[in-house]
């Protein structure tokens, strides 16, 4: 974590040196903290070089020397957070009178007496740094990555029962003995979590008999993390040609292994296996050894990393899924008892349970099914496991499973690291919104600037759906198989096998600290709440607050309190006394009836999100740091929603450095004639009041934007909150719900006309709204129009015809809850590059067009009209005949009603 402590003590400096609040006196050690950011910056950058050198360091060296730096840069930035808020005048001295308007805040911060610690901490810093690059600079030691002389794979008692990877083993089956007369050289790739049966479903393909009789050339090769290259390819040589006779000229072993394999295969019919790749380059590097030509050539490659997975055909990419629970529970009862045991009624649901709670992860079941092999297979005891998902049972299988497991955390780029352990934070399988968590990682400075960003990487081309360069990080956690997302790409989480690693290497290193988190398997090793940085809360608010209030001298450095455990709908009493140098406050499972005016001595919070009913104090505007601020409203009963609607303090205006300001139905009060909020690029839960043009032309750089109406019952009145949007020119997502939409039988459009949209707009979410479908001309030409979604009744009517060109650049489209009957395209060119369609609820739709473009990817049709179900099916099998053979068309159908019926 050592990155992450770098990364926080230089957005710590930058604050002090460019802060609009903060001045500092003159001559008092201006010059000191400017070095000191130069010289955290170049640290900064060293640890960096871990990224290029991960394959020959000496990961337990790095790993202690990283925690070395965290240490010292931790207690150096306490010293000097600590120095600047003791000069800050308390918040108790300064008047907070609702109705008082002053000019901003202006803080003079003298630095002279830590000059001395700046200039010690630099020397640290310094011997610090050479150690990091000797580190660097200086391979692993021989023994440590000896392969120079290999020994073939053995498969012997290698009977891995193959489950859920029938269809991909077909498939494969099916590409390496077809021959390709224009494709003389196939490239596979499998990839996926760590234990989902990469190796199982290769290592069947490899002993296959069919395969054994088709290539006359073989070889299987398990890679890893660390490696030398001339060994891998010494052990292909040895595998494909075992009586090659090696001649070295002048010490070129590398040339001249590379000239040896390639005459072995050369003309031959080869299969070549790599195994646990993981580095892009190298799978180039070996790959290209291959003959290209003549007679065909077959190249398996196994990963975690989706980069490596790419070196394959985009046809021939195959993510391997999580198994089902039936099949989740077939191999446990084959591990646990073996085909001829007899499985009692009690003992086959108790299994079940179990096998649910592995969430279809093949090495989790192995794991668990072997520990529970050597117990008594009673109802009791299994009862008793399936009971609970923190039984010793998974921690044993966690803990066993750790050797596996920990290279995708060890050797993640240092700038993922953070932001990987900080979903363990959230309790067991919580599905958490991108948009969110995302915003969490940059409140907590793990999130690298724009500048550094644009260096880093050309992020529009690998990220693919996600539009959004602090979503990179969730999708390259997702790409190296470490982060699960959901089916429509808006929530993510661990699995449970990585979620336990996340909190056991969080408490070692003090990332983070679980507060009552004995059930969390972490107690039992003595980790302690002192000097912790991020608190979470994820059982009992209470008695967690009584801990905080018990240790006031030990979480006095603590910088987040995350409380994501259940829902509080009762006062909880909140401790933020000792909290003084708190950034980041996640509260939205407590209720606040009255608003905390404790978080208002939090000057140095940046993120600030609660679950309160009232008006915001005008003193908000005291957080001068604050960036996010997130205010959600526990569901009451109400009569009208004009008795709903409140106003947000004028006092908002002077909050220059937000981001983010989300208060459910809210208005953003009319602004004065100087009011600006140059940095705000979310507004979200504002009511259509706000959605006027003196507001919009005050925050240009709006990037989303949501809306929310709440209707009288008697409302008749048109709506207009479209008018103005025009007026934001960076706008890329919009989200307008109505939340009690009336559903009558007519078509009254509860807004005016649908005005004129951005052009920058690439996400749409409509719901509720209520128009014709004649009105979808003002949507379907927008031109940079990626995602689509259509939601309980956003359209009425029964047709819907999609004319000639439009939809010319959406990739996604989802309609959710509609009366359409008929859905028809004008001719092929509508919707021409559209990868995904998700049609849900529509229980009157009798046909789905065929006419998409040949980017369709997947389909989901989910309670729907049995007709509907037929015409996806219908499109699949004519998708299927048309570009079989170059990619796959995945169809998903799911009814509930058969659900209940089972």
């Not at 202006?106 to 002279?112: A, E, P, T």
């Not at 099949?327 to 446990?332: G, N, P, Q, T």
């Not at 106003?647 to 937000?658: C, R, S």
Request: with cysteine.
């Amino acid at each position: 974590m050592a990155y992450a402590a770098v990364s926080s003590l230089q957005q710590t400096i930058e604050r002090l040196l460019t802060s609009s609040h903060i001045s500092i006196v003159q001559n008092s050690g201006t010059h000191a903290i400017e070095l000191l950011y130069k010289e955290a910056r170049s640290l900064h950058e060293t640890l960096e070089g871990f990224n290029t050198k991960k394959s020959i360091m000496n990961m337990k060296r790095v790993k202690i020397l990283e925690g070395e730096i965290m240490d010292a840069v931790c207690e150096f930035e306490d010293v000097v957070e600590s120095h600047v808020l003791n000069q800050f005048p308390s918040q108790s001295e300064q008047s907070i009178a609702e109705d008082e308007i002053r000019s901003p805040l202006l803080f003079s911060v003298d630095l002279q007496e830590l000059i001395r610690e700046i200039g010690s901490f630099i020397k640290v810093v310094n011997k610090m740094n050479e150690a990091y690059i000797h580190e660097l600079s200086n391979p692993l030691p021989e023994e440590e990555h000896n392969r120079v002389i290999p020994s073939r794979i053995d498969f012997s008692g290698n009977e891995s029962k193959m489950v859920g990877l029938s269809n991909q083993f077909i498939q494969i089956k099916h590409l390496f003995v077809t021959n390709y007369s224009l494709r003389p050289r196939i490239i596979v790739s499998l990839y996926g979590m760590a234990g989902i049966g990469k190796t199982t479903l290769a290592k069947k393909l490899f002993q296959d008999p069919f395969i054994l009789g088709t290539f006359e050339r073989r070889a299987f090769v398990t890679i890893g993390p660390k490696y030398l290259l001339e060994g891998l390819l010494l052990d292909i040589l040895i595998q494909v040609s075992p009586d090659s006779e090696m001649i070295i000229i002048d010490g070129e072993l590398l040339s001249e292994l590379k000239r040896m394999v390639f005459e072995s295969l050369k003309d031959r019919r080869y299969l070549i296996v790599l195994d646990d790749v993981w580095e892009a380059k190298l799978c180039c590097d070996l790959v290209n050894v291959f003959p290209a030509g003549g007679i065909r050539g077959r190249v398996l490659v196994t990963t975690r990393l989706h980069e490596v997975a790419q070196i394959a055909y985009k046809n021939c990419e195959y993510r391997l899924p999580f198994l089902n629970k039936k099949e989740s529970w077939d191999l446990l009862r084959d591990k646990v008892f073996g085909e001829e045991y007899p499985c009692s009624y009690e003992l086959e649901k108790a299994g079940k349970k179990i096998a649910e709670h592995c969430e279809g992860l093949p090495l989790t079941i192995v794991t668990v099914a072997d520990i529970l092999s050597k117990a008594d297979k009673n109802p009791e005891y299994l009862n008793e496991v399936a009971a609970n998902k923190k039984h010793s049972v998974f921690v044993d299988a966690y803990d066993q499973m750790s050797e596996v497991l920990y290279p995708s955390y060890d050797y993640l780029d240092q700038h993922f690291k953070a932001c990987f352990l900080y979903a363990g934070a959230f309790p067991q399988n919580y599905w958490i919104h991108y948009n969110d968590i995302s915003n969490l990682w940059s409140a907590e400075g793990f999130l690298d600037s724009a500048e550094q960003f644009r260096e880093r990487i050309n992020y529009m081309e690998l990220a693919g759906t996600f539009a959004e360069a602090s979503n990179y990080y969730m999708y390259e956690l997702f790409s190296s198989s470490v982060l699960m997302l959901d089916k429509e790409e808006v929530g993510c989480r661990l699995h449970s096998s990585f979620w336990y690693l996340c909190n056991k290497e969080a408490a070692k290193r003090r990332f983070f600290y679980a507060l009552n988190g004995s059930g969390d398997g972490l107690a039992e090793q003595g980790i302690k709440i002192k000097n912790q940085r991020r608190l979470c809360i994820r059982n009992s608010i209470l008695f967690a607050m009584k801990d905080v209030y018990n240790s006031m001298a030990s979480v006095s450095m603590v910088r987040s309190l995350l409380c994501s455990g259940p829902y509080n709908q009762y006062p909880v009493p909140i401790c933020l006394e000792p909290l003084r140098l708190l950034r980041v406050f996640h509260a939205l499972t407590i209720r606040f009836y009255e608003f905390p005016m404790e978080v208002l001595k939090l000057v140095q919070v940046r993120y600030l999100a609660l679950t309160y009913n009232g008006n915001l104090p005008a003193s908000i505007s005291k957080l001068w740091n604050l960036q996010w601020l997130i205010v959600y409203r526990h569901l009451i009963i109400i009569e009208s929603a004009k008795k709903r609607s409140s106003d947000m303090p004028m006092e908002i205006w002077d909050m220059k450095e937000l981001k983010d300001l989300r208060i459910m139905g809210s208005n953003l009060s009319h602004p004065r004639e100087e009011s600006f909020l140059p940095n705000l690029l979310t507004l979200y839960n504002v009511n259509p009041q706000s959605c006027t043009k003196d507001v919009f032309e005050r925050i240009p750089n709006l990037m989303r934007l949501g809306i929310q109406i709440e209707l009288a019952p008697d409302s008749v009145d048109p709506l207009s909150c479209f008018d103005h949007v025009s007026h934001l020119h960076k706008l890329k997502t919009l989200e307008c719900v109505i939340v009690n939409p009336t559903l009558k039988a007519e078509i009254v459009a509860p807004l005016a006309p649908l005005s004129d949209f951005p052009s920058s707009l690439t996400l749409l979410i409509l719901v509720g709204l209520g128009y014709p479908w004649e009105e979808m001309s003002k949507i379907s030409s927008l031109p940079n129009l990626k995602n689509l979604a259509l939601l309980c009744y956003a359209f009425r009517g029964p047709k819907w015809e999609v004319r000639d060109n439009e939809f010319q650049r959406l990739q996604s489209l989802t309609v959710k809850d509609t009366d359409l009957e008929q859905w028809t395209f004008q001719n092929y060119s509508c919707l021409p590059v559209t990868k995904s369609l998700s049609i849900a609820h529509c229980y009157k739709l009798k046909e789905i067009p065929l006419a998409f473009g040949r980017f369709l990817e997947q389909v989901e049709v989910v309670d729907c009209n049995p007709l509907a179900v037929r015409c996806a099916e219908e499109l699949k099998d004519d998708w299927d005949g048309k570009y079989g053979d170059e990619r796959s068309l995945d169809l998903y159908v799911h009814s509930s009603w058969e659900d209940e019926n089972t």
